[in-house]
């Protein structure tokens, strides 16, 4: 098992966990690989392709929704079997790109690349979506350390 | 032997398909990942090291082209290779793409 506790404020984590839920469920909701598929015409198998990037990609939220449905989570701390940690680091660049896509459509590349977006500024939704964003990337980075 | 038993009949419809056939499946292509705001440094330098069994420095370089240049080539090379490794990239979710090394 690897443990860790996150450098983050506990009333951080438990104020975006409920938005995290919502976001988890529209990245099973919006799932959309058909822009994966390199540029070959082969019909059968651009369907074997997507179908199995969807197969693959259920492991991987359910890593993640054993670490979001984790009661431990909410005071900071992290516990991810070894075996899962490769599901889970991908379960977490997934639900990125869905607060990317939704919460934080309005941000530019920039900012998120810089973080120099002003948040403060920002509509709460923005600001909730922002925290967990960066919430997930914190969980991320503090994973590949751990196994690296 | 085969080829010279071919390149004596160049009009003929088989042999053109099979000459593009070999041109095809003899193509090298390329793998390129492409840039994203999304994926942090060393998640994408982590996938470099797992998919292509890259030391820590080649990763790394290859991060920053991507991330500075916004695409890297990662590898080039037979076709099925380059889309079993397309494939992998893109089950750890980085934007990659294929073409041909012409």
Excluded at chain 1, 26 to 42: G, N, T
Excluded at chain 2, 74 to 89: K, M, P
Aim: no cysteine; glycine share 4%.
């Amino acid at each position: 098992m690897i443990e860790f506790s996150l450098q983050v404020e506990a009333r951080i984590i438990r104020a975006v966990l409920p938005e995290l839920g919502k976001l988890f469920a529209l990245s099973v909701k919006e799932e959309d690989y058909s822009d994966h598929f390199p540029d070959i015409d082969d019909p059968d198998f651009k369907e074997a392709w997507i179908e199995g990037l969807k197969q693959e990609a259920k492991d991987d939220r359910n890593a993640l929704a054993r670490l979001l449905k984790s009661p431990r989570l909410k005071y900071g701390r992290v516990e991810v079997k070894e075996d899962e940690v490769e599901d889970l680091l991908r379960g977490l660049t997934e639900i990125r790109f869905t607060i990317r896509k939704t919460s934080l459509k309005k941000l530019s590349d920039e900012e998120l690349e810089t973080g120099l977006a002003d948040i403060p500024t920002k509509n709460p939704e923005v600001q909730i979506g922002f925290f967990a964003y960066l919430l997930m990337a914190e969980v991320q980075e503090r994973l590949i350390q751990e196994i690296s | 032997m085969a080829f010279e038993i071919l390149s004596s009949t160049s009009s003929s419809p088989l042999l053109e398909e099979k000459t593009e056939l070999d041109e095809q499946l003899g193509t090298p292509w390329k793998v390129i990942v492409l840039n994203d705001p999304v994926n942090l440094m060393n998640y994408v330098v982590m996938v470099f090291k797992k998919v292509f069994g890259y030391n820590d420095t080649k990763a790394t370089k290859h991060m920053m082209e991507v991330h500075e240049q916004g695409k890297s080539i990662l590898w080039v090379g037979e076709r099925e290779q380059a889309e079993n490794y397309a494939y992998q990239l893109q089950r750890w979710r980085l934007q990659t793409i294929l073409e041909k090394d012409d």
